[in-house]
């Protein structure tokens, strides 16, 4: 299977119905995507699949040819949503961190707080209780 | 393909497939990856019928300017199911096929007496959505088949819909409701049985006059409500009750 990972053609060869999250994970050790429910219901394996936020968990590779897949790899070091969750403490375990910056990624720039509320609704924070992920996506957008 | 290997399960946003393999739920082993076939996503009107393809996921439909202009309510459906990530990759196909009592866009499709279109090697057949279901998880659809499209004939009416859960967002129904007001009232229910219902007699009752307290009795009598894991039988009941009353009150002429 090929796919575009993080702006690169990539090739791999695990199993059609292997789960994108562990083959990123596992054969591309791109560990910044985390596993936290396994059956999309908590976000934190969001990647964006051709610039839409998807679980990744549920995708099979079989799915992905010719794809265009965006980790939190690829926004690399200094991106200023990851600026915006250090300064505004968006993060405490961080486990649904990458999760929430690919999504708010997607949503574009400046989204209006309904738009905010509703596009994150399937990325679930147990930490923060969400009002810093709301700033930092707000000052970062 | 599908004729000739018939225990091929047909796969499109495979937003199901993992947690029912997970949950020994799936009986099937091997799949046909439809993701990748522009031809099933088209959403055109056909003369005054609306085509859905039947791969046209729920983001699809919320963005659609044709569904928002014709089919409102299922707009506000694909909106409550999962979260942004779901609905990116969900398909009414899926939604359909699935065959979920629970399934949010069914009621919707119920309620406008919509047309399930199957493909095939042997040609195209057209099925009333209104009798695609035979049980529990089990629709008219052959192994050989496709679901190709979902038509929907011009809608007259104010158009309603509510989805009753744990939460707003990532939660399986409770309850849920869509309704037609205009000439001729349509309702439709899910999760209050083993498949989707329209509710003949409390259809009736409401054209020809009843109080709404009577149309809301006709209704108990029209669905075999259950315990399960999300709710128990009486709150259904109860909650399904009142859905009617909010159809009746939201759509009544002002």
Known sequence: MRFILNGEEREVRSAPLARLLDVLREECGLTGTKEGCGEGECGACTVLLDGAAVCSCLVPLAQTEGAVVTTIEGLGDDHPLQRAFMDEVGAQCGICTPGMILTALSLGPRPSPAKLRQGLAGNLCRCTGYEAIYRAIRAAT | ?254
């Open chain 2, 1 to 254: 393909m599908l004729r000739d290997e018939q225990s091929l399960v047909p796969l499109a946003g495979a937003t199901d497939l993992y947690v029912s393999l997970n949950a020994g739920t799936l009986e099937g082993r091997r799949f046909l990856n439809l993701w990748s076939l522009p031809s099933l996503r088209r959403i055109v009107l056909q003369g005054d019928t609306l085509s859905i393809g039947a791969l046209a996921t729920y983001s699809a439909l919320i963005t659609s300017r044709l569904v928002r202009a014709r089919l409102p309510m299922l707009v506000q459906a694909s909106r409550q199911v999962g979260g942004l990530q779901i609905q990116n990759r969900g398909t009414i196909g899926g939604n359909v096929a699935n065959a979920s009592p629970a399934g949010d866009t069914l009621p919707v499709l119920a309620a406008v007496d919509a047309i399930v279109v199957l493909g095939s090697a042997d040609g195209e057949r057209r099925v009333p959505f209104n009798g695609f279901y035979t049980g529990y998880r089990r629709t008219v659809r052959r192994p050989d088949e496709l679901i190709t499209a979902i038509e929907v004939p011009a809608v007259g009416g104010a158009q309603w819909f509510r989805k009753v859960g744990t939460r707003a967002a990532q939660a399986i129904s409770k309850v849920v409701m869509a309704g037609v007001r205009g000439g001729a009232p349509r309702v439709a229910l899910g999760s209050v049985a083993p498949v989707v219902l329209r509710l003949p007699g409390t259809e009736a009752a409401l054209a020809d006059g009843a109080t709404i307290d009577e149309a809301v009795r006709t209704l108990e009598t029209e669905i075999a409500p259950i315990d399960d894991l999300r709710s128990t039988a009486e709150y259904r009941r109860r909650v399904a009750g009142n859905l009617l009353r909010r159809f009746w009150a939201d759509t009544a002429p002002a």
